[in-house]
């Protein structure tokens, strides 16, 4: 049976999954998924559009759940030695399924202080809306707290998985893609969140003048698809109250912010279930 050789270095993505010639079209399908997605891991920037992209190609990936119900997996998965790789392929699909539901409430928590922060601007028209704003910071400061935390686990995640991957070299093929399907998932998860916090480091440069945040609007609004984190456009949006910019002017950027960020929350949701659905999958096989 055909093997793939180890690579010490996983990121490279020079290693390919080795699969059978006769394999069937959905493992194929799946195969090309893979690849794509591997792909567009070399994004020079964060952006609306490619975070869609590359969820949606994760969300592709998960509904071949059939894969797993084929004749030839179950056989494949039944030719290993029991305990060689069930253990490393559910933990890393229990890891894989807890960091996307932890990046999906992240999602949640920032929709819910979207809509608040819009409800009131737009009961107060006119006047100070220093306390809004301050109400904003404190419950941004506790999100940002949350997804720094998600960062380091996902860094985690990835040099666990990256060690079994290389390590699984000399499983079937079918169980080597199983892997790397699961390693390929979690810069996408990072990347989606890079959408809402920006960098890791999450924070923008310390005396960032508020010139500097107009030239960054302006560069913004000249750009179809914003390079820009969504928490900083909503930033810049809260500073610009300030300078006496209409608030209907406000309220309508955050709406477009509001709309990218459920864009992705939706398919969040849909990605998290679909990684449920493929974990009871693999529990079933193992349980027969």
């Known amino acids: 049976m055909a093997t793939t050789a180890p690579n010490k270095k996983f990121s490279s993505h020079s290693r ?36 869609c992209q590359r969820l949606d190609g994760l969300k592709n990936l998960y509904e071949l759940d059939d894969v ?8 494949a998965f039944s030719s290993e030695r029991p305990g060689k790789w069930d253990e490393e392929v559910l933990d890393g699909s229990l890891r894989l399924l807890d960091l996307c539901g932890a990046v999906r409430d992240i999602y949640s928590g920032m929709k819910e202080i979207m809509r608040e922060l819009e409800s009131s601007i737009r009961r107060k028209r006119s006047g100070d809306l220093a306390h809004e ?8 400061k506790h999100l940002k707290k949350m997804i720094s935390k998600i960062y380091k686990e996902l860094k985690k995640a990835e040099n666990c998985n990256s060690t ?3 390590k699984g070299s000399e499983d079937v093929p079918l169980v080597n893609l199983i892997k790397e399907v699961q ?3 979690l810069p996408v998860l990072e990347y989606v969140l890079s ?3 920006g960098s890791k480091a999450g924070s923008q440069p310390k005396g960032w003048s508020f010139v500097s945040k107009l030239l960054e609007q302006k560069r913004a609004s000249s750009k ?4 820009i984190a969504a928490i900083k456009q909503i930033e810049i949006q809260l500073d610009l109250l300030n300078y006496k910019k209409s608030n209907q ?14 864009e992705l929350a939706e398919v969040l949701e849909i990605v998290f279930r679909l990684l449920l659905k493929t974990r009871v999958s693999l529990l079933n096989i193992l349980n027969h």
């Open 16 to 51: 390919s999954v080795s699969l059978p010639s006769s394999s069937h079209p959905l493992i194929l399908t799946a195969e090309e998924h893979l690849q794509r997605l591997k792909s567009s891991e070399a994004a020079p920037s964060t952006s609306h559009s490619l975070a």
């Open 68 to 75: 797993l119900q084929l004749p030839l997996s179950q056989q």
């Open 249 to 262: 002017e406000v309220i309508k950027k955050l709406e477009e912010v509001d709309s990218s960020i459920e």
């Open 164 to 166: 079994v991957v290389n």
């Open 224 to 227: 179809e698809d914003s390079d």
């Open 133 to 140: 704003v301050s109400s904003y910071m404190i419950s941004k």
């Open 183 to 185: 390693l390929v998932s």
């Open 195 to 197: 959408f809402l916090s």
